[in-house]
């Protein structure tokens, strides 16, 4: 109603169990900043390492296109340095 940009947590989607690709075409024109990280078990802000395949796939298409901001919500330096091969190995993939 306000017409604001939002943020998706893909971790916390994922987490809590949400439909992350419904989330993204739900509200596709609206993002304005990905926050990104794994989830093992209950545990969340991990590496990207712990996304599943498809979860990869998935971003890997959106984010090429996409032009707002990506936060890697991740809490420690080797948490980072994971996902940040992981973020570079998607966003090079054709």
């Known amino acids: 109603q306000l017409d604001l940009s ?3 947590d893909v971790g916390h989607i994922i987490r809590f169990g949400f439909d992350l690709q ?3 075409e739900l509200f596709s024109q609206r993002i304005g900043i ?3 990280h794994g989830v093992s078990g209950t545990q969340d802000h991990r590496s990207l390492e712990h996304l599943h395949s498809d979860t990869h796939r998935l971003l890997a ?3 090429r296109a996409f032009r707002g901001s990506v936060s890697l ?3 420690s330096y080797p948490e980072l340095a994971q996902s940040m091969v992981c973020l570079h190995d998607m966003m090079s993939r054709t």
């Open 22 to 24: 419904e989330t993204l």
């Open 6 to 8: 939002i943020c998706v």
């Open 61 to 63: 298409g959106w984010l």
């Open 73 to 75: 919500e991740v809490f």
């Open 34 to 36: 990905f926050h990104l």
